[in-house]
């Protein structure tokens, strides 16, 4: 039975604030919230849909959301601080937000009694997304033992990345970019762990990328056009709402494994001979999923 509608944005009163959710009637939405002077609405729905399909290609009923604070630096403490407690109002009840780009966890602490996730997916999700992002590179290759690999994130997460990489085996390549802010994207090796934006990797780069397997590290870092050459290039690109995953290990449910490696590794496995390739196939997986329950939203999280 269909008894989800798509999309809303949701206006806070308090501040300059929004929460996009993707499925109104999920259960419960869950995402990030960012802050800057201006974040555009329309960037924080594709957020929210790469959310409602990770939880879909993984069979949970939940919706992506994604929420911003519009505020200046000199604002910006007392505008979050407006948000979070209007978020903790009845109204919000089913919305859980973990803290993105220009916010720091504490901000929202006081939401964290009522979230359903657990303490180990605060403390180890960096690790365990690590761990996946891993795992979705050895599936898709048969291990990376020998291989090179670029990787592009920088954040809590790279130097993880780094260090599970060479653990495996593989020689972990650092392009200078003081020179060329694209030096790691256009490293001749054989993996490119990529995800610092959105659209990060779009048609005029696609020439000058020599690795043959891009693994997401963030939520749509290739775009459309970028794909489909990709794909008659023959250079395999994951789908970044199953490499990213890993997290969903520490918070099981009935059935699932607490396993990341396992968890991402299995899903990457299952679409590496999938006749629309890994990345469109995920998509077919998430919304057979989404039909079972919910209106499938329109647009697929592809940039």
């Known amino acids: 039975m269909r008894d989800s509608l798509t999309v809303t ?3 806070l009163t308090t501040t300059d604030a929004f929460v996009v959710i993707d499925l109104v009637d999920a259960p419960m939405a869950i995402g990030i919230v960012r802050s800057a002077p201006k974040v555009l609405v329309d960037g924080a729905t594709w957020l929210a849909r790469s959310e409602t399909y990770r939880y879909a290609f993984f069979g949970r009923k939940v ?21 979070a407690v209007e ?3 009845d109204a919000f009840a089913t919305v859980h937000l ?7 966890a504490d901000d929202l602490a006081g939401l964290r009694a009522r979230d359903p996730r657990p303490d ?6 960096d690790s365990l997304t690590a761990v996946g992002i891993l795992s979705a590179a050895e599936r898709a290759l048969g291990g990376v033992a020998g291989r090179t690999v670029a990787i592009e994130t920088f954040d809590a997460m790279s130097s993880k990345l780094v260090e599970l990489f060479r653990s495996a085996g593989a020689t972990v390549v650092e392009p200078d970019v003081s020179e060329d802010a694209n030096a790691v994207i256009h490293a001749e090796v054989d993996v490119l762990v990529a995800g610092s934006k959105v659209g990060l990797i779009g048609h005029a780069n696609v020439e000058k990328v020599h690795a043959r397997l891009i693994v997401p590290s963030g939520p749509m870092p290739v775009t459309t056009k970028a794909l489909a050459a990709f794909d008659r290039a023959g250079v395999v ?6 490499t990213t995953s890993g997290h969903l290990a520490a918070w099981p ?11 991402v590794g299995d899903g990457i496995a299952q679409l590496m001979d999938h006749a629309s390739g890994p990345l469109l196939g995920a998509c077919e997986i998430a919304e057979t999923f989404l039909s079972t329950w919910a209106d499938i939203p329109f647009g697929r999280p592809i940039a």
Do not use: H, M, Q, Y
């Open 9 to 11: 944005t949701r206006k």
């Open 63 to 83: 919706s992506g959301a994604s929420a911003a604070v519009n505020a200046p630096v000199d604002a910006k403490a007392e505008a979050i601080g407006a948000f």
């Open 87 to 89: 978020l903790g109002e």
């Open 98 to 104: 973990s803290a993105g780009r220009g916010i720091n």
């Open 120 to 125: 180990a997916w605060w403390t180890d999700r």
């Open 237 to 242: 690109v994951l789908p970044d709402f199953v």
């Open 253 to 263: 449910v009935k059935g699932s494994t607490t396993d990341a490696a396992a968890l």
